[in-house]
């Protein structure tokens, strides 16, 4: 709400109900210590705006498994490591240091506080819908939707826009096992994904109106079905945490952490290019591709080399982040 001096329409004024939730959450931030953060939990519904897209045909099948619970999902931890990406060129980094460094604008702009806002994003129940040009669409419930998904372990690289790395083992299943099951159209030509939108539990949301909320990314069904593409359910052998984008995230190794979107809650299959986030925030700069070149500058660094985040360890950038071999042969002979 924009301040127009001592006096404004009442109709102006934000609603008692709202004001009072940012009041608390704002006095839980001053008020609680780290254990309190953590342990806390808000119960805010989840909902979409009001210009989000319809969805393109109603959910044919609901899959819900009410017994599924918070206390039976660490049984599905830690899943099978896959041998193929078991090792990387570099040391996997600590987990206390990928879980307190994080890009989730839905909370903060701040890298280090995101670990400390999560925890009021309610992620029980989740579902994530299905749509768009499918056979089969469907609502899933996240828990069901974990159970009947190979989920493995795979130790990938990360590489940020921004210049920093990790390495992190994510527990996932690839998204090419869920697109199978929907059965897209073949006039299917991309995945537009979207994840929550709820500035109550999302203060960053809140502070930001005027941003191209909810988080959109997009991929090429050649993309999506690659053997490299995951959907997360769990890091470092664990259920994924908040900061992480639990319940479910995008993993795309090969292109900047920015295609990662996080905390998913619709999946839809569409014929043309799907608007993105950051692309249509800052047109130019992130585009829709965005995959790992150190020949390709951010107009305001360069991407030839990379620093490892928790060792500061310098290291030359690699192309499509170390994964040509996989990836190289979607973009006839080009970088995306």
Known sequence: MRRRGWQFPEREATPEAVFMNRRKFMQTLGGLGTAG???????????????APPAAATPAV????PQATADTAPSLYPARLNP???????????????ARL???????????????????LDTKPWTVEVAGLVHKPQLLDIDALIRRMPLEERLYRLRCVEAWAMAVPWTGFPLKAL??????????????????????????QWDNPGWSWPYGE?????????ELTILATGVYGHPLPKQHGAPLRLVVPWKY?????KSIVRIEFVEEEPPTFWDTLQPGVYDFWANVDPAVPHPAWSQATEEMIGTGEKRPTLLYNGYGEYVAQLYDGGRG
């Open 62 to 65: 609901v899959i819900k498994e």
């Open 37 to 51: 953060l953590l342990g806390a939990c808000g119960h805010e519904k989840i909902y979409t705006p009001d210009d």
């Open 84 to 98: 193929v990406f078991s090792r990387l060129d570099r040391s996997r980094t600590k987990e206390e240091v990928a």
């Open 218 to 226: 997009g991929l090429t069904m050649a993309e999506a079905t690659n």
């Open 102 to 120: 994080n890009n989730f604008y839905e909370f903060s702009e701040a890298k280090d506080e995101v670990w400390q806002l999560a925890w009021m």
């Open 179 to 204: 697109i199978e099951a929907v059965e897209p159209l073949s006039s299917a030509k991309y995945v537009k994904l979207l994840s929550f939108f709820n500035p109550e539990q999302a203060p960053g």
């Open 257 to 261: 952490g920015y295609k990662s979107i």
